[in-house]
C-alpha cells in the first residue's frame, strides 16, 4: 500500500533559522510523483513543487529547498532564513499507479515561526 | 478568473439532514475532487472525477454523493448528516484526467453536524 508520513506533528523556531521538514513514504511503483503543499492559517492550499520519480535532482526556489533521495524513500523540504510568513501546516503527498493517481496525504507539519 | 470557489464557508446542519456543497471552476480543468480534512489526518478524497458525466470513488466515499453534468460544476451530497461527517470539505481541480498535476483548491467549507 502506499503510504506517507510526515513524524513532526510540530516545529516550532525563532524566525531566521533554518528549518527541515521530513517527509517519508512507501510505495511499490516506479513511476510516481511527490509533491508539497502549504496551508497557511487562512485555510486555502496552496501548491508548492512536484517532483517525479524520475528525477532525483535537489530543488531550490528562493529560501525554500528539497531533498529528494530514493534510497531513502524521503522527499524533505528545507526553509533557509524563515520568516514569520512561513508558519502554516505543510502537507506532502504521494500519487502513483497504485493508488490510482490519486493523492495519498501526510498528516502534515504545523510550523510555527516565531519573531 | 476565479479559480475554484466553494459555497458554503460555513454550514451547520442537524443529525439526519442532507444538503449540497457546491464547486465550481473557470479553468476548464477535466480533473476535479473533494477531500474533507480533520485534525491530525490529512486530506482524504471522498469521489473524484476524470470529466463531465464521470465519477468515481476515492478512500471514504460512504455517505456522499457527486455527479458532474457540466466541466465547471461539481457538487458534493451529504445524503443524511451524521456528527461523523463533522470536517472541512475541499474542493480542488487540475488540468487533464489525473490528480498527478498540480491541485488548485477552492477556500474551503467547515461543516458542523449536531
Known amino acids: 500500500a502506499q503510504k506517507v508520513t510526515q513524524a513532526q506533528t510540530e516545529i516550532s523556531v525563532v524566525e531566521k533559522e533554518d528549518v527541515t521538514l521530513d517527509c517519508v513514504y512507501e510505495?511499490?511503483?516506479?513511476?510516481?510523483?511527490l509533491f508539497w503543499y502549504k496551508q497557511p492559517p487562512s485555510g486555502e492550499l496552496v501548491f508548492l513543487i512536484r517532483r517525479n520519480s524520475f528525477d532525483e535532482q535537489n530543488e531550490i526556489s528562493g529560501r525554500y529547498s528539497w531533498n529528494f533521495q530514493k534510497s531513502t524513500s524521503s522527499f524533505n523540504f528545507t526553509i533557509t532564513a524563515s520568516q514569520v510568513v512561513d508558519s502554516a501546516v505543510y502537507f506532502c503527498a504521494l500519487s502513483g499507479l497504485q493508488g490510482n493517481y490519486q493523492l495519498i496525504w501526510g498528516a502534515g507539519t504545523k510550523l510555527i515561526i516565531k519573531p | 478568473n476565479a479559480g475554484v470557489t466553494q459555497t458554503p464557508k460555513f454550514q451547520v446542519l442537524k443529525t439526519g439532514q442532507s444538503m449540497t456543497l457546491q464547486c465550481a471552476q473557470d479553468?476548464?480543468?477535466?480533473?476535479m475532487s473533494w477531500y474533507r480534512q480533520d485534525p491530525g489526518m490529512g486530506l482524504r478524497l471522498i469521489h473524484y472525477?476524470?470529466?463531465?458525466?464521470?465519477?468515481d470513488q476515492g478512500e471514504v466515499p460512504n455517505g456522499y454523493n457527486v455527479s458532474r453534468s457540466t466541466t465547471e460544476d461539481f457538487p458534493l451530497r451529504l445524503l443524511s448528516a451524521a456528527p461523523s461527517q463533522t470536517s472541512v470539505y475541499f474542493c480542488?481541480?487540475?488540468?487533464?484526467?489525473?490528480?498527478?498535476?498540480?491541485?488548485?483548491f477552492g477556500p474551503g467549507t467547515r461543516l458542523t453536524v449536531l
Open positions: 480542488a481541480s487540475s488540468y487533464g484526467s489525473r490528480a498527478y498535476n498540480e491541485q488548485f
Open positions: 510505495t511499490r511503483d516506479t513511476t510516481y510523483y
Open positions: 479553468m476548464n480543468h477535466e480533473y
Open positions: 472525477s476524470v470529466g463531465a458525466g464521470i465519477t
